[in-house]
């Protein structure tokens, strides 16, 4: 049970982390920030999920993989999140913001 709670607070975390930028940077646009945010969770949380079903590999992977399936199904239909080399799989595609700080010059 241990193991299925820390795996959904990993996802849960992924998916907050997903939709609200942590943080801000001048090189990465906040969409990136939250795309890499929400896909580490995701990750996280289900190889705990794994790891917590693993007496029975066969219901471990099966439940993993449903879960895993939602996280996709999820990512496709709400957000920009899936995105793979370069191009957005998205229900509703939109581009990506520009950075949220300005660079640093030196010339001040």
Request: charged share 15%; hydrophobic share 45%.
């Given at each position: 049970m241990?193991?299925f709670?820390?795996a959904?607070?990993?996802?849960?975390?992924?998916?907050?982390g997903g939709?609200?930028p942590?943080?801000k940077?001048?090189t990465?646009?906040?969409?990136?920030?939250?795309?890499?945010v929400y896909?580490?969770g995701?990750?996280a949380?289900?190889?705990?999920?794994f790891i917590g079903?693993?007496?029975?590999w066969?219901?471990?992977t099966?439940?993993?993989?449903a879960m895993?399936?939602g996280?996709v199904?999820t990512?496709v239909?709400f957000?920009n999140?899936l995105?793979?080399?370069?191009?957005?799989?998205?229900?509703?595609?939109?581009?990506d913001?520009p950075?949220?700080l300005?660079p640093?010059?030196d010339?001040?």
């Open positions: 241990v193991w709670c820390s959904m607070a990993c996802i849960g975390f992924g998916a907050v939709w609200f942590l943080r940077s001048s990465l646009s906040p969409d990136s920030i939250q795309r890499r896909w580490s995701c990750a949380g289900l190889l705990l999920l079903q693993l007496p029975d066969r219901a471990a099966f439940i993993t993989a895993g399936l996280v199904a990512a239909q957000t999140h995105r793979i080399r370069g191009r957005t799989y998205a229900a509703f595609p939109k581009p913001r950075p949220a300005a640093y010059t010339e001040q």
